[in-house]
């Protein structure tokens, strides 16, 4: 069993800033990628950014202005945000491609989600 924990969101005014974290725990074997998904009220659940071994990609709304890191030792993923602005609010998720053993394929975990509120 696989656990995705996130923290750090909250209510922040317009440029501001907030770091969130997401710590996976568990059965874990191989972590093959991990990222920050946000879903809004009213819409589609999207990508924020996403990191592999090979490198990161990121939406263009939050370019330039979201760094997502990775911890490998501690096993987790943090999303720092710079810049707020109201439409980055969101449930923002993290997402983790994890293979919890050396015969199996990764599969998607995700977290309950983190409320991050940006008030203009």
């Known amino acids: 069993q696989v656990q995705l924990v996130e923290s750090g969101g909250g209510l922040e005014q317009a440029g501001g800033s907030l770091r969130l974290s997401c710590a996976a725990s568990?059965?874990?074997?191989?972590?093959?990628?991990m990222g920050w998904y946000r879903q809004a009220p009213g819409k589609q659940r999207e990508l924020v950014a996403r990191?592999?071994?090979?490198?990161?990609n990121y939406a263009d709304s939050v370019k330039g202005r979201f760094t997502i890191s990775r911890d490998n030792a501690k096993n987790t993923v943090y999303l720092q945000m710079n810049s707020l602005k109201p439409e980055d609010t969101a449930v923002y998720y993290c997402n983790a491609d994890i293979a919890t053993s050396i015969i199996l394929r990764g599969r998607d975990y995700w977290g309950k989600g983190t409320l991050v509120t940006v008030s203009s």
């Open positions: 990191i592999t071994s090979g490198g990161t």
């Open positions: 568990g059965s874990i074997f191989r972590i093959n990628a």
